[in-house]
């Protein structure tokens, strides 16, 4: 249950980056309350998850896939370039968590 409650977090969270992409600085009110609820969210989730997993690995979890999801996001709906140094960020990010997780943070 646990890492379900963590992807609805990252997910919540997710969703809060983009909508902050909307808001305009926080100028537009929709996407800004969509941010600051999206973040509440996903805040309260990651707390209930830390009922079950340990810090280390859901922070680790929930920051890297984070970065990474809104890394793709910004390639693929907001025209960012693709470059070497994100593909590589992306891949310490993911080889981050794994390592997390076969280390023994649980």
């Known amino acids: 249950m646990g890492y379900l409650l963590l992807g609805a977090a990252i997910a919540a969270e997710v969703g809060a980056t983009t909508a902050m992409k909307f808001s305009e600085g926080f100028s537009r009110l929709v996407p800004s309350l969509v941010t600051v609820v999206g973040y509440v969210v996903s805040f309260v989730l990651l707390a209930q ?9 859901a922070y680790a979890i929930w920051a890297g896939v984070g970065t990474a999801a809104i890394a793709v996001i910004g390639l693929l709906f907001f025209g960012e370039a693709m470059t070497a140094a994100k593909v590589a960020g992306m891949v310490l990010i993911i080889a981050g968590v794994v390592v997390l997780n076969l280390g023994g943070a649980h």
């Open 49 to 57: 998850t830390l009922k079950t997993v340990s810090v280390g690995t």
